[in-house]
């Protein structure tokens, strides 16, 4: 996983007439967003929370294709931060039993547990990041 504070991104939340902070572009959710709807497989995830309500504690969850299984748990609360960044890249894990990038591939949901945020949803195509290839390959 990767955790970035780098704040340069957040500015589209309040700024979707720029070409590069579109409606188009993001994926949002309240003051939660991803910077796409579609990823290649080994691609960076970009979530932002920007100016989350005082009462905002809760769990980001990431839910496998299919809602299999969860990937991973991430907690906010917003009385100890109301914006953050956060990258992250599925990847293969023989100790979560991620064998192959077929089961990273399909359609992914983003649930803000503890709130009533919509879930996110994106899609992981099957075709792989060029400067990725050599991570995904079968390790189970």
Known sequence: FFFSSRRRHTRCLSDWSSDVCSSDHWNKSGPFAINK??????ENIFLIA???APIDKGEI??????ATRVYFSLPFD????SSFNYYFRPMLSK???ICD???LIGDWT???????YEPL?????NETDPTQIGSFQKIC
């Open 95 to 97: 100790a979560k039993h």
């Open 110 to 116: 983003i649930v803000f547990k503890g709130t009533n």
């Open 50 to 52: 920007e100016g989350l």
């Open 78 to 81: 917003s009385e100890q931060k």
């Open 37 to 42: 709807k579609q990823y290649k497989i080994g």
């Open 61 to 66: 969850v990431f839910i496998f294709p299919n």
């Open 101 to 103: 990038t077929g089961e």
């Open 121 to 125: 949803r994106f899609k992981i195509i």
